[in-house]
Structures are given as C-alpha cells and as structure tokens.
C-alpha cells in the first residue's frame, strides 16, 4: 500500500512539474507576444503621423526659358508625386452662397495630377478647389485652395 501511495505521490509531482514547465513556457510566450504587440503599436503610430500613398508618379515641367538652341542652357524640375488613386479627389466650385457651393465639378485625375480648365471672361477671376486626401493609414488633408486671376488688357 506504501508503494502504491509513493506511486501516486511521484506521479502527481512530475505531473505538476510538466504543469509548471507548461505555465513558464506560456508565460514567456505571453511576455514575447507583448513586447511584438508594444513594437507594432510603436510603428503604426509613426505611420499615423506621415502621408501613405499607394502610388508615385513623376512629372516633368520645363522651363519657359529654354531656347532648345545649340550651346544654351536647358532646364527641367522632376516632381515626385504620391497619390491614392481612388481615394483622393478635388472639387472646383465657383463660389459659395448660404453655404453651398455654385457649380461644383468633381477634377479628373490621371497619375495623381488634377487637370483645372476655366473661361477667363472677367476681368478677375476666382478660381476655388475643395482638396480631400483620405488613406487607410497615414495622415488624412482636406482644405480649400483659392486663387484670383487677372486678365491682362494689351493697348495697340
């Protein structure tokens, strides 16, 4: 009976012992989760604070004052742009009355490049674009860009 109580005794001691071994092993694996979980927090708030975009671009400009003459200078600016194909848009308006927009037409993209075409037919002419650049992750924009353009009379 002595023999059979010990039997019990030492199986119930290695037993725990696999038990114990088990809880360290998970408490270790809960510890390494943790530290993962606090880096990846740490990442996606430095990405919250930047502007992600899906795609770039680049575009060319050349300056109006190249000649394209032998032995003059030659000038470009290359611009990088990054843009959301499908989540960014603008909207050109012609003013706004009571807080509502006259005219508004949503601008074409193509290549993160918004094309703006109007009449100048006054002799100043505002032009107005709502801007709004959403992305999943990253900064979002919004705001409005105004300009005013004056015709120029030439006198024969």
């Known amino acids: 009976m002595n023999k059979s109580i010990i039997i019990v005794l030492l199986t119930l001691l290695i037993s725990s012992c696999k038990d114990i071994n088990k809880s360290e092993n998970k408490i270790a694996e809960i510890e390494n989760l943790r530290a993962e979980n ?19 671009f680049l575009k060319t400009i050349n300056s109006p004052n190249n000649t394209l003459k032998s032995d003059s200078d030659y ?6 742009l990054g843009y959301n194909p499908t989540k960014s848009y603008f ?9 509502e927009k006259v005219n508004p037409d949503t601008l074409k ?3 993160g490049t918004f094309l703006y075409k109007t009449k100048l037919v006054d002799e100043l002419t505002r ?4 801007v709004k650049i959403e992305n999943k ?20």
């Open 127 to 130: 032009l107005n674009v709502d």
């Open 137 to 156: 992750f990253g900064q979002n924009s919004k705001g409005t860009l105004s300009d005013l353009i004056k015709i120029t009379r030439c006198a024969f």
């Open 109 to 111: 993209q193509r290549n």
């Open 38 to 56: 606090d880096s990846l927090k740490k990442i996606i708030a430095e990405i919250n604070n930047k502007y992600v975009f899906d795609s770039i």
């Open 91 to 99: 909207v050109k308006f012609d003013s706004i009355v009571n807080g």
């Open 75 to 80: 000038e470009m600016q290359i611009m990088v």
